[in-house]
């Protein structure tokens, strides 16, 4: 049976332009209806088996429109991503509002299948498509004072029923230090599965940062920020003794109000589907260097 896929659900004509977008038109002429994201497989990928399209697509966290597991699912069908841009601003040579095409335009995507690891301690797999955020850094320029990065997510209550709710100070925001950015495995993920981006994931552009817990991986990016303080960030600005900025996940590291040492793998079915959690996510071979010296269970 073929696996079933993004396009079997959204009915075409929503899909076929930003997939033009994304694959680029070469791709969509050689199989107008079949064209998937072009996009190379990576040596970062894990080989572990990809959560079911259905589960990543039905079980989100997106507080833009409820805080219920099901409510992104339910209705960020209605958010418009097209048009779309970006704006870079801070501390760069080249700050400026880019369209969504522009800001793509030139990275390489490639097919990231990643770990993903949410701070309530459940955990899928997620062939992410994307390219790298140092490539778009790089191409705009980050100037030598810059020290972090903040990130800002839309803002717009008529299409984002949860903004109704001051629960959060809107936009929702996150920030990497820069070293964390420019890493090769920190990338703007523009699709999964080898389709565009469901809405309800963070369309039509967000972050992923596998080894930290999954509210860093802020979702539908308008704003990208290089600054030199250490920016202040949604879940930290609402619970600071609970979340912290770095958020590397850490089995030894327990969350205030619950041990971290496990997850829970959706999709697993009712019974048993846990799994010790891994240092970093299972990235420690690769960022472990990032924070040497670093004291972690005081920058949790
Ligand atoms: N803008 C925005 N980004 C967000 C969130 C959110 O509520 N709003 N939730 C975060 C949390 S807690 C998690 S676990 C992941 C969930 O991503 P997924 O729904 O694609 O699995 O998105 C993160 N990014
Ligand atoms: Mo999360």
């Keep these: 049976m073929r696996r079933l896929t993004w396009s079997d659900v959204t009915p075409q004509p929503a899909w076929l332009n930003r997939r033009q977008l994304i694959a680029g038109a070469a791709a969509l002429a050689a199989s107008p209806a079949l064209a998937r994201i072009e996009a190379a497989p990576s040596r970062y990928s894990t080989d572990a088996k990809p959560t079911a399209l259905e589960d990543i697509t039905s079980y989100n966290n997106f507080y833009e429109f409820g805080t219920g597991k099901g409510d992104p699912a339910k209705y960020a069908g209605g958010l418009t991503v097209d048009p779309w841009s970006v704006v870079i601003d801070g501390l760069v040579d080249k700050p400026g509002t880019y369209d969504l095409a522009d800001v793509i335009k030139g990275q390489p995507l490639e097919e ?31 100037q030598p004072s810059a020290k972090f990065v903040a990130f800002e997510t839309l803002v717009r209550p008529e299409e984002m029923p949860g903004q109704k709710s001051p629960f959060i100070d809107w936009p929702y925001r996150e920030g990497l230090r820069l070293d964390e950015a420019m890493h090769p495995l920190t990338i703007l993920a523009t699709g999964l599965y080898g389709e565009e981006m469901p809405k309800q994931n963070g369309a039509p552009i967000r972050l992923v940062v596998p080894w930290k817990y999954g509210f860093k991986s802020i979702k539908s990016i308008v704003r990208i920020s290089l600054v030199d303080k250490m920016p202040r960030t949604t879940w930290n600005m609402l619970q600071p003794s609970e979340y912290g900025f770095y958020s590397n996940v850490n089995p030894k590291v327990s969350h205030p109000r619950w041990s971290q040492a496990s997850e ?9 589907g846990r799994q010790d959690t891994l240092m970093f996510n299972g990235y420690e071979a690769e960022v472990a260097g990032l924070y040497s010296g670093m004291d972690l269970k005081a920058n949790y």
């Design 112 to 142: 990231r299948i990643y770990r993903f690891r949410c701070v309530e301690a459940w955990a899928m797999v997620v062939p992410w498509i994307g390219f790298e955020l140092a490539g778009l850094l790089n191409r705009v320029g980050v």
């Design 264 to 272: 829970r793998v959706i999709g697993s079915g009712l019974f048993g």
